[in-house]
């Protein structure tokens, strides 16, 4: 293995996927995803097909008892409801972590990720952690972070691997351009924090991507209970 990618089934972790087969082969790429106790297993369903499509090696690891004591909207045992708008309408109301902030999730996610890395000799981990319209919904997400992480990361695996997070000065519709040019099948994925048959279009995540794809030019191809014009 050369690249580990932390793989959630969604836009980011997608063309991070993309850009890492397209570096690399599909032989010489992990991806993992982690099951956290969601309310639903779409993202898990999309991570399936996503790796067969790329015909890549696949791993999924439970950590769900970790946060079992977390009250992030979420999570299937959370009695918060997952909130509708975008994440400068939610931050505006607030000014703790948005009530989707999973504990350190990306810290988590990235220690775990580091050991497997090790365990298979595998020297990059990618992960897409971007901006958002706020710059400040999730702060495990921020540059500042990324900073940290990858250099404790890469002192603590002695030297041997190196965290590779090529979002995070970007935001979701320049990540689409890119995917677009890398034929990521976005058809595929899943963001919606809701695990009906469509994505709501209503939560954050749904908003953000739509909006993306419109300022691309095109229409998300995935199907919404609600879509929004571009703008708005």
Known sequence: MKAIVLFSGGVDSTTCLALAVDR?????????????????DKELQAS????????????????????????CSLLKDSN??????????????????????????NGLFLSVATSIALSYNASYIYYGAHQDETSSAYPDTSKEFNQAISKAIYLGSGKQVEVI????????????????????????????????????????????????????????????????????
């Open 165 to 232: 997070a090529p979002f995070v000065s970007q935001t979701k519709d320049q990540i689409v351009k890119k995917g677009l040019e890398l034929k990521v099948p976005y058809q595929l994925t899943w963001s919606c924090y809701q695990g009906k048959n469509k994505a709501c279009g209503k939560c954050a995540t749904c908003i953000d991507r739509q909006k993306a794809f419109l300022k691309n030019g095109i229409k998300d191809p995935i199907e919404y209970e609600v879509r929004i014009d571009e703008g708005k």
């Open 48 to 71: 399936k097909a996503i790796a067969n499509y790329y015909n890549i090696e696949h791993k999924i690891l439970d950590l769900k008892e970790i946060f079992e004591g977390s009250s």
């Open 24 to 40: 690399f082969t599909n032989k010489e790429v992990l991806a993992l995803s982690l099951y956290y106790g969601q309310k639903h």
């Open 80 to 105: 918060l409801e997952i909130p509708i708008g975008s994440y400068k309408q939610q931050l505006e109301k607030t000014t703790s972590p948005l009530s989707t902030y999973v504990p350190y999730r």
